[in-house]
């Protein structure tokens, strides 16, 4: 069974400082996504990472994707209290003839001055 | 605008009630899906479908049921076999179940609680 593993579930940070979300998967994927969830609201789509070695930034978010190690990471550059939420990553598996997506448990961060 | 819409977004159900949740896209894509989210927990997919009249269980669909008569909807139906069916629950859909680009978009969610 496909196993998706974020961690740490929970994280606070101060303003400024820089930190790293990683998800690991149990099984082989090349195709990851995170999504940021707002308290009580949906899921809006972050980055998409396609293949091995990928790397995408978008502002102080960027995100890798090893498929050889089976570990993506979202990396944080001087946080901002816009960017408290919970990301979640979520990994892509062939099952029972549909791409279906996986997704970990969450990482809920908190940024505070 | 393009976008998928869920309503109702508070839902009450009483003990024994099957209660229907509607969700709606019109971003022309062949495949959605239901997930249904608890309190600190990641998404667990409760049915998809990948076209028209078409549809499959996922990990949890026990005690729901789904419909796919229009490629624009996707009604899930919470009954009274759910035992625990308090939670927030999200629709999605993608272009198409079997693209090997299958990034998945969002609803903004149903909450619903069992009085």
């Known amino acids: 069974e496909l196993k998706v593993e974020q961690n740490p579930l929970f994280l606070s940070m101060q303003e400024g400082k820089n930190y790293t979300i990683y998800c690991n998967y149990s099984t082989t994927s090349d195709r990851l996504y995170w999504y940021r969830q707002d308290p009580g609201k949906s899921l809006e789509s972050l980055f998409v990472l396609l293949s091995n070695g990928a790397v995408k930034q978008e502002g102080r978010l960027m995100a890798s994707l090893d498929t050889k190690a089976r570990l993506s990471t979202l990396h944080i550059t001087a946080a901002v209290h816009d960017l408290s939420a919970t990301y979640f990553c979520?990994?892509?598996?062939?099952?029972?003839?549909?791409?279906?997506?996986?997704f970990g448990a969450g990482t809920r961060l908190a940024v505070h001055p | 605008d393009g976008g998928i819409t869920q309503s109702p977004k508070y839902l009450f159900r009483k003990e024994g009630q099957n209660v229907t949740l509607s969700c709606e896209q019109n971003?022309?894509?062949?495949?959605m899906y239901w997930y249904r989210q608890d309190p600190g927990q990641g998404l667990r997919l409760i049915y998809y479908s990948q076209i028209v009249n078409d549809f499959q269980k996922g990990d949890i669909a026990e005690g729901y049921s789904v419909s796919r008569e229009k490629k624009e909807s996707f009604p899930l139906t919470v009954t009274s076999a759910q035992k625990n069916p308090t939670a927030f629950y999200l629709c999605a859909s993608s272009p198409a179940v079997f693209s090997s680009y299958n990034e998945q978009f969002f609803g903004p969610g149903t909450r619903l609680t069992v009085l």
């Open positions: 979520a990994v892509s598996i062939l099952s029972g003839g549909y791409n279906k997506l996986i």
């Open positions: 971003l022309n894509h062949d495949a």
